[in-house]
């Protein structure tokens, strides 16, 4: 009989207890809700040299800017966030960084707003250099709380590997930022001249035709139109249709390779 009232107490004083504490509704955001309620933007992406401070002497990144990478080693890449009547205790996403940039450590740091005058840590992040990914963690501080402005960022390298094949290459910012750069990095051997001329006969001696080769080399910026005269040597007469144009890429080291599909046949030669 002992046995089973103490049974018959420990049940009664179960019940009471789930009478007395009341059920709490907490809402944990994943990555994909949360990433619905949060506005993020790239509010900084400045480069600098070794010995520049920041952020005085640090330059903005622009579109189609040429950039020594080699030079500039250090790049500041800054995010804004903004949460507005979210609703949520708190949440985890990620943000993937460009593979234009590296780092060699992890960074782990506080998210800290400023809220009423106040400056408030709100969660933590997480950059794993290993994979260029941010891991954001909103904590129950942000329940009924409007952040509208909140900084995360880092400083970091460009990839020359980024830029081995083609020393022009987009950088997107399209997580959850939907921002892209045109990005020139200057060759660490740059070609002799910005036109230089070649010809390769089809045979060392007494030979029928000669492949007139014509390079011209322009960093700054795409050629969109243009129109090109040259005055051939004596003896030497142009086939008709013979005429190409030939899209070449230039990497960071130097390396000129045709571009795949960028043969033009040029049909007005003359």
Do not use: C
Request: a negative charge; zero cysteines; hydrophobic letters at 40%.
């Amino acid at each position: 009989m002992r046995k089973k009232f103490i049974t018959a107490m420990m049940m009664v004083f179960l019940l009471a207890l789930q009478l007395i504490v009341p059920t709490q509704n907490h809402v944990i955001a994943d990555g994909d809700e949360l990433k619905s309620k949060i506005k993020i933007e790239l509010d900084e992406f400045k480069i600098g040299k070794e010995e520049d401070s920041y952020p005085d002497d640090y330059l903005d990144v622009v579109d189609d800017m040429v950039i020594d990478i080699n030079e500039y080693k250090h790049v500041v890449l800054m995010y804004k966030y903004e949460l507005l009547n979210h609703g949520l205790d708190g949440g985890t996403m990620e943000v993937k960084i460009p593979d234009a940039f590296i780092s060699t450590q992890d960074i782990d740091d506080d998210l800290i707003v400023e809220y009423r005058g106040k400056d408030i840590k709100v969660g933590t992040f997480h950059f794993d250099h290993g994979t260029n990914i941010v891991t954001l963690v909103f904590d129950e501080t942000i329940k009924d709380k409007n952040i509208e402005a909140g900084y995360f960022g880092f400083e970091m390298n460009f990839s020359s590997e980024f830029f081995e094949e083609n020393v022009r290459q987009k950088i997107e910012f399209d997580d959850v930022v939907e921002k892209e750069f045109d990005i020139i990095a200057e060759p660490e051997k740059m070609p002799a001249s910005a036109i230089s001329k070649m010809g390769q006969p089809d045979s060392e001696i007494n030979p029928s035709s000669i492949v007139w080769t014509v390079d011209v080399f322009n960093l700054d910026q795409d050629t969109r139109s243009g129109e090109f005269t040259d005055i051939l040597p004596e003896g030497l007469a142009l086939v008709a249709g013979s005429v190409k144009l030939i899209s070449l890429d230039i990497g960071i080291k130097g390396d000129i390779t045709p571009v795949t599909g960028g043969t033009v046949d040029v049909a007005d030669a003359s």
